[in-house]
């Protein structure tokens, strides 16, 4: 007999086995996709490198060019091509994922691109360059770009898998698509992580802080406020908030229509086009930037060779930033007072995001915290730095954990259209709960179920997430069935619903159709257009799932054989051996049926071993023996 | 073979090895593999004594330790059916946490325990004549502060008839004068309403004064 048992014990430990073939699935690192710029990073051993570009640069403007030639370009090069095809080119993208047509009609007027009319209602489409693209398209294509400088940095390593962050106040629909342009850019998503979350574990980690501490993240396109327990390794979200279409965007929208009326009365009135939007937008960044250091400066915007000169002061750029401002301290108030804290509990409040480099915005938060923000960590790249620590965590290990939270209330449409809430906003993830409806009708055989997300009474003041019928509801008088609807949130913050009628017990499967997501068949043939090696690529992946599978029944066996093999007789024993050989053989190869056959088989040869363990355990316990060998994996607490 | 339920604790094969494993344990202690939650109540699920007078501390130290070994997190690189596994355990500490360390969640669960169960989702009307006086009269005087001052004592007057309450509450349940326990959860439940009224409006005139 081997000793082979004794030796694979060691390597369970749970919670400790380390994947097997870690080295083989590819780097994992940390993503931040920001409406503005992005940024990559991966840590080995807790030292992060935020992953550069060859001239050093880490931030990757979040711009795609469609060139009419098919080419796609990201990046600083489709920066700069704005001016001259601002038809081909989409910025900030971020703000529409998971959006419809009617939540963007608010930024209609502001928005760069055209809108492409979609009969089905679902999430916006844009018209660039002669084509049509969801906004998950587009940030898979920036996702691609992002995948292929890490790989650069990391000197042709590659790179499969990555902690992505989203802002906490993500609503589902926002997050689903940020899976779902993740899954065409051929990257496996480890976690979701809300960005303020990730930032404060790159701060946690540096500066060993304990306590609560606030993180206040000004992006491009959206705000987050974040209040977080820190306690020896433990990031617990007490409380989280903002706004998903709040940021220094609104800021430049701001400062380039103070251009553009500036501009009517120096070259004589007439029809904005879009390339002055255009302009006057990249001006209002340049403006914005320049007056963080100088008190006030002066811009030419020239388009069909009509200059404009613009002059401004700090000061009237804080008149025109401040509206935006206080709205982001009074969300602060709002989720101070949802933590159920006070303000001077804070011990600590950490800036993140390009916007908060603004002195009026700093100035703001230090007023209303008490106390000078951190901002010793590069806001720009913080979240990166968090997400590759986490990346890391999930993959090797770590002594740190995230606790995070619902950032919105989940709840269904009752009667009268009012809002029944079933996960309220700031409950730890994951998380389970279900609530009862009944019939309203006599014989009523099916049920429409509204599913929406956010904190109004009124379903038509909160985001819808999906709708779906419950169907063969036995015929009952009205009030008299029972139907039980579960929402699940999991760990990314992604909700699935489920529903059973309790009276007769059946569930029923339903079909969520989301109201701004993509459907699966939509997603199935972008998977199929984008990916050419989608075919070997899946291969590869199942294959190396069903290995993992696999590897595991090997240790689990071992490990009942190194406590109970004296129940096995010589032959039974050689039996399993055998069938356990299979398998490693088959783990060598690449054919993944013949893996998991070689799985099955073992389970048949280890089927009497299994019967003889069970029976061993109840006489012990009847006799009261090893119940302490039994309970002993309970564990405690600490 | 017969077996009595009760004297013995209750074993099932475990998912991964197929060996005998106690239904409550978190790991198989023979393969090591995660188990799912076991039917067990919030108090014993966090590794607390089942009582009234919860020390948060505790709690917030139990509930962190636990986490540590059964997060999703700690289960990324694995397969399926144990993230899945994971995920089930997260949520039911989630569900024992959240449950335990809210006072009145906390009453009304360790009653149910007791075998007096408060209705705490009832939206019917306050049987209890003397509660729905108290109640109403407060809640006008609540409705009729129009200055910051006037509210701000009204907010503390009602935190302190909330705390005040939840010590009948500790009295009454380690006293075993369970009905009395259960009125008083459901008194409970409509101070801490109350209470929370009088929070934002507090909140409400502040802004206002600003």
């Known amino acids: ?638 | 073979m017969v077996m009595t339920a009760q004297a013995m604790p209750a074993l099932m094969p475990c998912w991964s090895c197929k060996g005998p494993v106690a239904t409550r344990a978190l790991f198989c202690s023979v393969c090591g593999a995660v188990q799912g939650p076991g039917p067990i109540d919030h108090f014993t699920r966090l590794g607390l004594k089942a009582t009234f007078d919860v020390d948060l501390d505790e709690l917030e130290k139990q509930y962190f330790g636990f986490q540590r070994r059964l997060h999703p997190d700690r289960f990324a690189a694995k397969t399926p059916k144990e993230r899945a596994l994971s995920q089930s355990q997260a949520t039911a500490l989630n569900e024992a946490y959240e449950t335990l360390k809210d006072p009145l969640k906390r009453a009304a669960y360790l009653l149910e325990l007791m075998g007096h169960k408060v209705d705490l989702t009832a939206c019917g009307t306050i049987s209890d004549k003397s509660l729905l006086m108290e109640q109403m009269e407060k809640r006008e005087a609540i409705a009729d502060a129009d200055s910051v001052e006037t509210i701000t004592k009204l907010s503390a007057a009602a935190d302190t008839d909330v705390l005040s309450c939840q010590c009948h509450i500790s009295a009454a349940i380690n006293g075993e004068n369970l009905d009395e326990a259960v009125h008083l959860t459901i008194r409970l439940k409509y101070l801490v309403k109350l209470a929370e009224e009088a929070r934002t409006k507090k909140s409400r005139l502040t802004r206002q004064a600003r």
């Open chain 1, 1 to 638: 007999m081997s000793d082979d048992g004794l030796v694979m014990l060691q390597l369970c430990e749970p919670g400790e086995t380390p994947a097997p073939h870690e080295s083989e699935r590819g780097a994992a690192v940390g993503i931040d996709l920001g409406t503005t710029n992005s940024v990559v990073a991966l840590s080995f051993e807790t030292e992060v490198e935020v992953l550069r570009a060859a001239d050093g640069k880490a931030l990757i403007p979040s711009v795609v060019h469609y060139k009419d030639d098919g080419e796609v370009v990201v990046g600083q090069a489709a920066r700069e091509a704005i001016l001259e095809s601002p038809d081909h080119v989409v910025t900030s993208i971020k703000r529409l994922m998971g959006r419809g047509i009617e939540d963007v009609k608010s930024l209609a007027g502001t928005l760069p691109y055209t809108l492409e009319p979609n009969p089905d209602g679902g999430m916006v489409r844009l018209r660039v360059a002669g084509r049509v693209l969801t906004p998950v398209e587009i940030s898979a294509d920036i996702l691609r770009a992002i995948k292929a400088r890490a790989e650069e940095a990391l000197l042709g390593k590659f790179v499969s898998r990555a902690v992505i962050t989203v802002p906490a106040y993500f609503d589902d629909a926002a997050r689903t698509a940020t899976k779902d342009a993740a899954r065409l850019a051929d990257i496996e998503v480890l976690r979701l992580v809300n960005e303020p979350t990730a930032a404060a574990l790159a701060y946690g980690l540096d500066n060993s802080v304990e306590g609560l501490y606030a993180v206040y993240d000004l992006g491009g396109g959206t705000f987050d406020i974040s209040i977080l327990k820190m306690e020896k390794g433990v990031f617990q979200v007490k409380a989280t908030g903002g706004d998903a279409v709040l940021g220094g965007d609104d800021i430049d929208h701001s400062i380039a229509e103070h251009f553009l009326s500036q501009r009517k009365v120096a070259v004589g009135d007439h029809p904005i086009s879009s390339g002055e939007v255009k302009q006057a937008l990249m001006t209002a960044r340049v403006a914005k930037e320049c007056l963080t250091s100088r008190p006030s400066g002066e811009w030419m915007i020239e388009v069909d060779g009509k200059p404009s000169l613009h002059t401004m002061t700090r000061e009237q750029l804080e008149s025109l930033a401040a509206p935006f401002v206080e709205r982001t301290i009074s969300i602060c108030r709002d989720v101070v007072e949802d933590a159920g804290i006070d303000v001077a509990d804070i011990q600590g409040v950490v800036l993140v995001g390009g916007s908060t480099r603004m002195p009026l915005v700093r100035a703001r938060v230090a007023e209303f915290f008490g106390r000078p923000p951190l901002s010793n960590i590069n806001p720009d790249e913080v979240v990166a730095v968090g997400a590759a620590l986490q990346a890391e965590a999930l993959t090797v290990g770590s002594d740190t954990l995230l606790l995070d939270v619902t950032p919105l209330s989940l709840g269904i449409e009752t009667m009268g259209g009012i809002v029944e809430k079933v996960i309220p906003r700031n409950t730890p993830i994951p998380v389970a709960m279900a609530q009862e409806f009944t019939t309203y009708q006599d014989g009523q055989s099916a049920m429409a179920i509204h599913v929406v997300q956010g904190e109004r009474e009124m379903v038509d003041q909160n985001r819808s997430l999906a709708r779906f019928v419950l169907r063969g509801i036995p015929p009952m008088t009205a009030g008299a069935a029972r139907i039980r609807v579960q929402f699940q949130v999991d760990a990314d913050g992604l909700l699935t619903v489920s529903a059973t009628e309790m009276t007769t017990g059946v569930e029923q499967q339903v079909v969520v159709k989301p109201s701004y997501g993509l459907t699966d068949d939509e997603m199935a043939t972008m998977l199929r257009d984008s990916l050419v090696h989608a075919r070997d690529d899946m291969a590869q992946r199942l294959l190396t799932e069903a290995v993992v599978e696999a590897q595991r029944s090997v240790l689990a066996v071992q490990s009942a054989l190194s406590v109970d093999q004296d129940l096995l007789s010589a032959d039974e024993r050689q039996a399993i051996d055998a069938a356990i050989e299979q398998v490693n053989a088959a783990c060598a190869g690449s054919d993944r049926d013949a893996v998991t056959q070689a799985v099955d088989d073992l389970e048949n040869a280890t089927k009497s071993f299994a019967e003889k363990r069970m029976d061993r355990g109840i006489r012990n316990a009847l006799a009261g023996m090893s119940v302490d060998r039994l309970d002993g994996a309970l564990g405690g607490g600490e």
